[in-house]
């Protein structure tokens, strides 16, 4: 019986507090509304194609954060936004923008593979 209990208390201790996975969970919904963000404003810099559809799962993405962010938490919030929006930015200008095809291809991928995962976080409804 110890032994088993002792296994079920290394278990509960490696699992994360559920504050913890609310935390994780705002970082991550965080993160990809900024991606989504850098996302829209590259659409809307070459054509404008698929800018619609972005903005509708950038507000969806948002709604999540709101559903779960805590009255204290706005300015870190806004500050792995601004992170992500930056880096993605940053990702895709090298993808459209690169001398180098094979880097260029590798930046196309990267952020393609980054936008799907945050797709992947909304519900079915927001994500078609």
């Known amino acids: ?26 970082h991550r919904f965080a993160t990809c509304a900024g991606r989504l963000s850098a996302l829209m404003t590259h659409q809307w810099m070459f054509d404008g194609a698929g800018s619609e559809q972005t903005a509708i799962h950038r ?7 709101d559903a779960i962010i805590l009255p204290d938490e706005g300015p870190q919030v806004l500050h792995w ?18 001398r180098d095809p094979a880097d260029a291809a590798w930046a196309a991928q ?5 936008t799907s995962g945050c797709l992947g976080l909304l519900p079915h409804t927001w994500s078609s």
């Open 110 to 114: 990267m952020a393609a593979q980054f």
């Open 59 to 65: 507000r969806a993405m948002i709604g999540l954060i």
């Open 1 to 26: 019986m110890l032994r088993h209990l002792s296994s079920a208390a290394l278990v509960a201790c490696l699992l994360p507090s559920p504050a913890q996975a609310a935390r994780d969970d705002l």
């Open 81 to 98: 936004r601004l992170s992500a929006k930056h880096a993605h930015a940053t990702l895709l200008r090298r993808a459209s923008f690169n």
